[in-house]
């Protein structure tokens, strides 16, 4: 087998060194495994090798394959037991101190042509690589955690790391049966940086009163196809991990407005209300189980009213179908009559906004979110204006829920909730590529293999339509006055001239 790093090492044996351990010794490669604290290191060889144990027990695995791992993964009991390395894998503490002091007692100790990297999430590579005698043996390696089963790996450059180490350490996360990606070295990187738009413009959702933290989480599953809603997975991942990278990328980028962090998160992390790991977070755990409260009832409603539709309604023609399909009334004058319930569907404007310029009722004017197409989500999503009348609200409510499809009514939001997050989410990926932090494919494949989204997000620019997403922004910028809405140069050029956001200048 020909191996980029036939000697590796891994210093420490927490859950990401112990993962990462794993898949080089599957590799070939003869792995140290080393810690300060030697137990550690025990008992990281023991959940490993009765991984392996499981997966031959499973069929998985040959006894012949597994005893040739066990062998390769060897405990190490100092620094000195790794000179023959030519690879050794940080995976300590995220302190830019204590990772600096490492490695330059490690500079002592192996060959000068060893190539040393960092696993860090949120520090700068170059920064952890100033004091270093050969920062161009340097680079960062970041895994996802669980490694096994987390297939990428962000191969990250320093300002001076020699682009053939990058070279090799791509082959060897192929070897190891990951993918690699490249990105500068740049806060929070590839996967970080880009999943900052989920989770903080959820959070400015809450704050603003729209909806609650579960509404907001079915509609981000049903409406865009998320595999978790934003506070499942901040529950899931815990805030007090959560919090600091939302505050490490804003503070990093000299406060940008676009990862703003949020005081809900500081507020309910300084209260020990972290996530599911300690039984409550956005969500109450009984039994490892979620609390989830009940969606509310469909209203009864007696009479329909009949419905009017806005000309300047997004999608007209596929939601006057629908309103066709769902046995709706339906009314074709120039304007409402006095008793119609009114429909406007905006991209990016709230539905406020809308009844004002187009001089329509407000206390029967009910907006739809028709961004994404109706056939293909799970989920329709209302929103009422601070005048809307109950009754308008109830029927509106009830007749989009006639054909048995999920529907949520939250209050008035530029941008309803998925528009804004996913607006966001593509805002942020073609900024991405506008700086130049990666590839347009890299961080395609970095997203969907990273954080899971249900397609990465510049194809999900593309699916909604770049033009589309860039009205959202502006519309949004125009609601709220903030310039974290502000369309990055890569959208509003190619959203401007119909290109994808995939395309890269010749």
């Known amino acids: 087998m020909n191996l980029a790093f036939e000697q590796v090492a891994i210093i420490g044996a927490g859950a990401m060194g112990r993962g990462i351990a794993q898949i080089a010794a599957q590799a070939g490669s003869q792995v140290w495994l080393y810690d300060t604290q030697e137990e ?18 499973k069929g998985r695995l040959t006894a012949e394959v597994v005893a040739g791992h066990k062998s390769r993964l060897l405990a190490a009991s100092s620094l000195t037991d790794l000179v023959s390395c030519d690879l050794v894998i940080e995976a300590i503490v995220e302190r830019l101190d204590i990772k600096q002091k490492l490695f330059a007692e490690l500079e002592g100790v192996v060959r000068p042509d060893c190539v040393l990297v960092t696993n860090t999430s949120s520090l700068s590579v170059t920064a952890i690589a100033a004091a270093l005698k050969r920062p161009a043996q340097f680079a960062g390696y970041h895994f996802f955690n669980p490694v096994p089963l987390m297939k990428v790996v962000e191969v990250i450059a320093g300002l001076k790391t020699d682009p053939a180490v990058c070279v090799k350490l791509t082959a060897y996360a192929k070897a190891m049966g990951h993918t690699a990606v490249q990105a500068q070295d740049t806060p929070g990187f590839i996967v970080n940086h880009a999943g900052r738009g989920y989770g903080t413009e959820a959070l400015r959702i809450v704050n603003e009163g729209v909806a609650d933290f579960a509404t907001i989480d079915r509609i981000l599953r049903d409406q865009v196809g998320f595999k978790l809603g934003p506070f499942e997975l901040f529950d899931l991942t815990a805030l007090d991990v959560s919090h600091p990278v939302m505050e490490s990328i804003y503070n990093q980028y000299y406060q940008e407005p676009r990862y703003r962090p949020s005081v809900i998160t500081a507020q309910r992390m300084a209260g020990g ?12 755990y009984v039994d490892g189980k979620a609390q989830v409260p009940p969606e509310p009832p469909v209203p009864q409603v007696g009479e329909m009213p009949p419905v009017w539709v806005s000309p300047r309604a997004s999608r007209r023609m596929e939601l006057l179908q629908l309103l066709k399909d769902l046995g709706a009334q339906i009314e074709t004058g120039a304007s409402p009559s006095p008793t119609a319930l009114t429909l406007v569907a905006p991209l990016g404007f709230d539905v406020t906004t809308v009844a004002v310029v187009e001089r329509l009722d407000p206390a029967r004017t009910v907006g739809i979110d028709m961004l994404f197409d109706d056939v293909a989500t799970k989920r329709r999503v209302l929103a009422t204006n601070p005048a809307t009348r109950s009754d308008m609200r109830d029927a509106a409510h009830a007749l989009f829920a006639r054909d048995g499809k999920a529907v949520s009514v939250i209050r008035d939001s530029g941008g309803f909730v998925s528009q804004r997050v996913v607006g966001n989410i593509v805002n942020i990926a073609a900024d991405m590529c506008q700086q130049g932090v990666c590839s347009p494919q890299d961080l395609e494949t970095a997203v969907t293999l990273g954080l899971g989204y249900p397609a990465g997000p510049l194809a999900l620019g593309n699916q909604l339509g770049p033009t589309n997403v860039l009205e959202v922004l502006f519309n949004m910028q125009t609601v709220y006055g903030d310039t974290r809405y502000r369309p990055s140069p890569w959208l509003r050029r190619r959203g401007a001239i119909g290109l994808s956001l995939m395309h890269e200048e010749a």
């Open 40 to 57: 550690a290191v025990r008992k990281a060889r023991e959940a490993v090798f009765t991984q392996w144990d499981k997966l031959q027990e």
């Open 273 to 284: 209300v972290v996530g599911k790991k300690v039984g409550e977070g956005f969500y109450k």
